[in-house]
């Protein structure tokens, strides 16, 4: 059973910084895709951010201030957040894609989710 755990959320000033952390447990992760998504109520998740190796891809809201990283040795993936704004207020979720076919953007090409972490960005 694979499982994932979020962490490092909170609360932040507009243009503060935040990492996340993303700890995978339940099989080897070194060659999976991991993505990072954000949902705030009413609306659909949100691509941000995927991993497979050293390919990554970024939302356009999110390039230049966010970055994905991975430790395959801790089985943990992260995302560096720095010049927060109002905006990247949400829920924020990591999920895992099994079998490569590309760094998806829709949430449902993922297999797995964490719990989610709340970031919340004050003006």
């Known amino acids: 059973q694979v499982q994932l755990v979020e962490s490092g959320g909170g609360l932040v000033q507009a243009g503060g910084s935040l990492r996340l952390s993303c700890a995978a447990s339940?099989?080897?992760?070194?060659?999976?895709?991991m993505g990072w998504f954000r949902q705030t109520p009413g609306k659909e998740r949100e691509f941000v951010a995927a991993?497979?190796?050293?390919?990554?891809d970024y939302a356009d809201s999110v390039k230049g201030r966010f970055t994905i990283s991975r430790d395959n040795a801790k089985n943990t993936v992260y995302l560096q957040m720095n010049s927060l704004k109002p905006e990247d207020t949400a829920v924020y979720y990591c999920g895992i894609k099994l079998y490569y076919s590309g760094l998806p953007k829709s949430p449902g090409d993922y297999d797995y989710w964490g719990q989610g972490t709340q970031v919340t960005v004050s003006s």
């Open positions: 339940g099989r080897t992760f070194s060659n999976v895709v």
């Open positions: 991993i497979r190796w050293s390919d990554t």
